[in-house]
T-cell receptor, first 114, second 115 residues
């Protein structure tokens, strides 16, 4: 069965510092890959997605992610974090032909220090 | 584009009553809708997948008679929690995909508290 691992439960960064959130997946083929962000008490907002092509994907709010097939990773990055980026971040994996179902990682809680 | 709404945003009900939650795609036709449950500080747990005009497909361990899902139109799916009990208290989130789409767009969630 496929799985998604976000090894960092909590991350704290200073405002203006760079950020990298890790995501690893376990699946035989190349899945669809997503990063979502969730603010407290809210639904999930799509940050970016990877289906195929260029392995460096640009998203909203200045985020980007890089798909590395050899490492089965899809890490999320931002060069300069803003206090408003504090939220929960979820990596998700979808299967080709899987009926669009997603498997979510356990999430990483980002705290931004001013 | 790709906006999904949920109503109500929160609801408090007495144990034994039924609660209906609506999920609407506002600017696209949602051929597939998904219902998730999220416990505090945890990830999303998929409850069921519904396709317009078809019966929902429930994930293992989810009681289909307790969580009734209806997807009667391309823009509306409903989740009814029947005979709710305190352990059903949770945050319920829906999502939707359009025709041929692999991207799920999420609603803002509904917080249910059963007293």
């Amino acid at each position: 069965a496929q799985s998604v691992t976000q090894p960092d439960i909590h991350i704290t960064v200073s405002e203006g510092a760079s950020l990298e959130l890790r995501c690893n997946y376990s699946y035989g083929a190349t899945p669809y890959l997503f990063w979502y962000v969730q603010s407290p008490g809210q639904g999930l907002q799509l940050l970016l997605k990877y289906f195929s092509g260029d392995t460096l994907v640009q998203g909203i709010k200045g985020f980007e992610a890089e798909f590395k097939r050899s490492q089965s990773s899809f890490n999320l990055r931002k060069p300069s974090v803003h206090w408003s980026d504090a939220a929960e971040y979820f990596c998700a994996v979808g299967l080709t032909g899987g009926g669009n179902k997603l498997t979510f990682g356990t999430g990483t809680q980002l705290k931004v220090e001013l | 584009g790709a906006v999904v709404s949920q109503h109500p945003s929160w609801v408090i009900c007495k144990s034994g009553t039924s609660v209906k939650i609506e999920c609407r795609s506002l600017d696209f036709q949602a051929t597939t809708m998904f219902w998730y449950r999220q416990f505090p500080k945890q990830s999303l747990m998929l409850m069921a997948t519904s396709n317009e005009g078809s019966k929902a497909t429930y994930e293992q361990g989810v009681e289909k008679d307790k969580f009734l899902i209806n997807h009667a139109s391309l823009t509306l799916s409903t989740l009814t929690v029947t005979s709710a009990h305190p352990e059903d208290s949770s945050f319920y989130i829906c999502s939707a995909t359009g025709e041929g789409g692999e991207t799920q767009y999420f609603g803002p969630g509904t917080r249910l508290l059963v007293l």
